[in-house]
């Protein structure tokens, strides 16, 4: 069987871009990633289409997905839940595909306890007067919402050290560059190269035997 892909987090505060950069670094490197298409009890935006930003459920139906254990986690994020069906992501993973879930810190947290080989990534904007403005600047939500979110950063902030790595969308561009060489990276890591070293020390040793 081939190489297991990467299961790849991404959170970050509302606003700090990372919308944006998943569907830059998916146009860019389409044979590499998957992206995992949550579920969803928010109404959809300007834009947004079902199966493509999110599956929109009822509440019913969502309960229902949990219930039946066709998520991988869930959470509760201001007033709505969001939650990451479970068959998509485990199909591509077993293709070899590096699956990214773009989702907020409670979730990551639990899929890392699931699955402890998540590589967690946490995007920031380089300021907080920045992400305001980002957020403002959307225009996809009200002053009210957005003071919610802006809240809710706060105490996202708090959880930023449990990840891996952070990764300041500063310029765009460098931006999904960083997170590229960063996931390619990881598929470096001698831990998730078991395979390769059992097999050349097998190799090696029965060199050392022929002669
Ligand atoms: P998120 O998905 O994290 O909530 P979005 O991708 O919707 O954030 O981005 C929030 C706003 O910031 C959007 O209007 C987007 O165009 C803008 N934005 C994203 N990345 C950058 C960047 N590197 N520089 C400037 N504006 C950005
Ligand atoms: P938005 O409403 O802006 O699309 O998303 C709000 C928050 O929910 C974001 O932080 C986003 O990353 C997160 N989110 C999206 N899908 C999921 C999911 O499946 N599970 C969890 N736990 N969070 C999600």
Request: negative net charge; hydrophobic residues 35%.
């Amino acid at each position: 069987m081939g190489k297991k892909g990467i299961l790849a987090v991404v959170s970050g505060f509302s606003g700090s871009g990372k919308g944006t950069l998943m569907k830059e670094l998916m146009s860019r490197y389409p044979q590499t990633y998957a992206l995992s298409v949550s579920a969803t009890t928010r109404s959809p935006r300007e834009g947004e289409e079902e199966g493509r930003e999110y599956f929109f459920k009822t509440k019913e139906d969502f309960e229902k997905m949990i219930a039946k254990d066709e998520l991988i986690e869930y959470a509760k994020y201001v007033e709505n839940y969001y939650g990451t069906p479970r068959a998509y992501v485990e199909k591509k993973l077993d293709e070899g595909m590096d699956v990214i879930l773009e989702i907020e810190i409670q979730g990551a947290l639990k899929v890392r306890e699931r699955f402890p080989d998540t590589l967690l990534l946490f995007v920031t904007p380089p300021t907080a007067e920045e992400l305001r403005a980002r957020l403002i600047g959307r225009g996809t939500e009200t002053m009210d919402v957005i003071k919610s979110r802006l809240d809710r950063a706060c105490e996202e902030a708090k959880g930023m050290g449990a990840y891996d790595y952070l990764i300041v969308n500063d310029d765009l561009n460098d931006c999904v560059e960083k997170m590229h060489a960063i996931i390619q990276g990881e598929h470096q890591r001698s831990s998730r190269n078991e395979e390769f070293m059992r097999k050349i020390k097998e190799d090696l040793n029965s060199l050392k035997g022929e002669d």
